[in-house]
């Protein structure tokens, strides 16, 4: 059987390599998924589960089990299904879950980079997001184009089963353009504020925010990037391989943001020390000491608790 596979011509052949090579990324990319699930559900049982309910649970929860929703029905896709009306309505659906999940992740980012910015910037930050919202209706346009064009034949050939996809368009670039200005943006402005504050300041808290709000921030835009080209360059049939990845990396890198740094927080609660001084968070926001009371709790939605004072 091999050697008659080493006689079949290339244009043949490919179909078959191309759909391995989306299966074997789906695969690690839902293993990759579990994984950190299973290390971070420790600190999720400790450090979320007892706080109530605010916006920045309600996009923790989303942005961590919506990939439990998309991830298996690419892998249904891919390796189970084999009605070409099922995979078509199938793969349009998963397109939409995977922009929410991605956008939802984003939401985080977005908040992150609020807490650090603080009450002094609300007007040029609220000018950058109102921009950023309305990008999102040219990328869900766009996203209805590209998956308006998706088709399916079935199978690959009988017995198989697994989704043939056929692409019109390559439209998924759009969304993942719009999306690398704003997290770059973002990242710039984390990266500035981190300049300043490790002049400055000497929090724990802090450089965990900074650290991994910056390596997460790098990881995330990275593979934004990454996808694009393959997007781009890749075959229409192939194009699409890393979007899967792109989604469990953004969910994975967006929860340990989160829990890391109520983690470090919650030490800092046990030895005593309840909250940072916002003027230990920003230097140049230290004319308002005189505040007194002010403190970064305040800026990390303080009406989340954990469970006295929050953090974020």
């Not at 998309?70 to 099922?86: H, N, R, W």
């Not at 930050?125 to 040219?138: A, D, K, M, N, Q």
């Not at 368009?169 to 704003?182: C, E, F, K, S, T």
């Not at 969910?251 to 909250?275: E, F, M, N, P």
Request: with cysteine; glycine share 4%.
């Amino acid at each position: 059987m091999l050697q008659g596979m080493a006689t079949l011509p290339h244009v043949f052949l490919e179909p078959f390599i191309q759909l391995h090579i989306i299966k074997c990324t789906s695969i690690a990319a839902f293993s990759v998924l579990l994984w950190d699930y299973f290390v971070l559900l420790p600190d999720e049982v400790s450090f979320v589960w007892p706080t109530r309910w605010n916006l920045t649970k309600c996009l923790f929860v989303v942005n961590r089990y919506l990939a439990f929703v998309d991830q298996p029905m690419v892998i249904y896709v891919l390796m189970f299904a084999d009605d070409a009306k099922v995979c078509e309505n199938t793969f349009q659906a998963l397109g939409y879950i995977i922009t929410l999940g991605i956008q939802v992740a984003q939401w985080i980012l977005v908040l992150r980079t609020y807490a650090v910015w603080g009450n002094k910037s609300d007007k040029s930050f609220f000018g950058l997001l109102t921009v950023y919202i309305c990008t999102l209706g040219i990328a869900y346009w766009a996203l209805h184009r590209y998956l308006s064009g998706v088709r399916s034949t079935g199978v690959p050939v009988p017995g198989m089963k697994g989704c043939t996809l056929l692409f019109e368009n390559r439209d998924a670039w759009i969304p993942i353009v719009l999306h690398i200005p704003v997290e770059s943006i973002f990242f710039i402005l984390l990266a500035y504020k981190a300049v300043q504050y490790f002049r400055f300041g000497s929090s724990s808290l802090m450089t965990v925010i900074y650290h991994d709000g910056l390596l997460y921030f790098a990881c995330i835009l990275a593979t934004s990037i990454t996808n694009l080209v393959v997007v781009i360059v890749a075959p229409a049939e192939l194009s699409p391989f890393l979007i899967p990845l792109q989604r469990v990396l953004h969910s994975v890198l967006c929860s340990r943001i989160l829990l890391h740094i109520r983690a470090v927080y919650h030490t800092q609660l046990v030895s005593g020390k309840d909250s940072i001084r916002i003027t230990d968070i920003s230097p140049n926001l230290r004319t308002l000491s005189k505040y007194g009371t002010e403190t970064a709790d305040s800026r990390f939605n303080n009406s989340e608790t954990m469970p006295s004072t929050s953090i974020i």
